[in-house]
């Protein structure tokens, strides 16, 4: 019987990746806290393939508990803990035999020592999806009603966002105009507007419409009915449709292993009470256990948005997480650039954005980074 003792990681990824590659017949998850879980509970168990357990260890008896595992074979894992716990694990590891590994996430390399022999072996990483990378540093995904607009309708999202691009700030107004109609019509299926709206945005109306079933005046009100009910979303928030954009250009490259648009995250790894600090991340996917998270800026935009961006891309995918910036604002700031490049941030600019780059770019910052 093999056996695997991991120090049990924040970062649970490392202790799934170990288990993984080492393929033991049992996981022993070591950790200093009497009442300690794994908060990644139902994605460790999906991929670990063998049974579990937690056992609380104190300096004091770390060494005896490992000896006293009932296994043929120990490996030990000592990616997580503090140093006294690694340096306790490696000695008892060179006292006894054991073999002591560890994953490179970045190098992509399972490492592992037995006695005075180091060998290296190529990592294998699951893919896994966004949500489940999420979980894994802690956070969790709210299980919200997002639509994701495929075949016809992303003529829907192209007309919207084509719209927005000819004139941003009347596209802004545009929708400003629209979530007021929509607060004061809600529940119903058709929208009553004063015909002075259908005047003031005829051009934006006619431009998008195949957004609607119908979108004519009639004795002085305008009345609208769209064409789906989930469009709604394209026209009360001006920034959406930029963002199903952005999705289209990393989903349609094909090279990715999860894609997700508008993730709304909780902090605290799914209690969601109202209180918890949450985020929503406009795009994310991920590759090879790696998480990408984009934040797609259709307006103006300072540097606050690459040090957010950074910040969520870390809280939720770790050190080797991608943050990217997508903008689509027209203007250029060499200082901007200078800032993302130093914080290690993608700056997609808005000429790349609209030749349909995105993935291309993504996919080679990947490569070398």
Not at 69 to 93: K, Q, R, T, Y
Not at 296 to 305: E, H, L, M, N
Request: hydrophobic share 35%; glycine share 6%; proline share 4%.
């Amino acid at each position: 019987m093999k056996v695997l003792a991991e120090l049990i990681s924040s970062q649970q990824i490392l202790n799934l990746v170990s288990a993984v590659n080492r393929k033991p017949d049992k996981v022993v998850f070591l950790s200093p806290d009497p009442a300690a879980f794994l908060p990644a509970r139902e994605v460790m168990e999906k991929y670990l393939g063998c049974p579990y357990e937690i056992t609380h260890y104190t300096p004091e008896t770390l060494e005896q508990i490992i000896q006293e595992i009932p296994a043929d074979e120990v490996d030990i894992d000592v990616h997580g803990g503090d140093d006294f716990a690694i340096a306790i694990l490696s000695a008892v590891a060179k006292k006894t035999g054991m073999t002591l590994c560890y994953p490179g996430l970045t190098t992509k390399t399972m490492y592992t020592r037995k006695g005075d022999e180091l060998q290296k072996t190529a990592l294998e990483i699951p893919s896994l999806t966004v949500k489940e990378i999420i979980s894994l540093y802690g956070g969790a995904v709210r299980d919200l009603p997002e639509a994701v607009f495929e075949g016809d309708d992303r003529n829907a999202v192209h007309a919207c966002n084509a719209s927005r691009r000819y004139n941003n700030k009347r596209w802004a107004d545009f929708c400003q105009e629209m979530s007021n109609l929509a607060k004061r019509n809600e529940g119903h299926t058709v929208w009553k507007a004063p015909e002075a709206v259908y005047r003031e945005y005829h051009s934006i109306f006619r431009s998008i419409s195949c957004v609607f079933r119908q979108c004519e005046v009639k004795e002085g009100t305008l009345l609208l009915e769209f064409a789906n009910p989930e469009y709604k979303i394209l026209v009360t928030d001006s920034g959406v449709p930029f963002e199903y954009e952005t999705y289209y250009q990393v989903e349609d490259s094909g090279y990715f292993d999860d894609i997700d648009i508008r993730v709304n995250i909780d902090w605290n790894g799914g209690e969601f009470n109202r209180k918890d600090p949450n985020s929503e991340l406009d795009v994310m996917a991920s590759k090879d256990g790696r998480l990408i998270s984009i934040s797609c800026k259709s307006g103006k935009y300072d540097q606050q948005a690459i040090y957010e961006v950074k910040t969520n891309a870390i809280q939720f995918g770790g050190e080797l997480a991608i943050p990217v910036l997508c903008t689509d604002y027209e203007h250029r700031h060499s200082e901007y650039k200078e800032k993302a490049e130093t914080l290690g941030v993608l700056l997609i600019q808005f000429d790349e954005m609209r030749a349909g780059k995105a993935a291309e770019l993504i996919i080679e910052w990947m490569k070398t980074h």
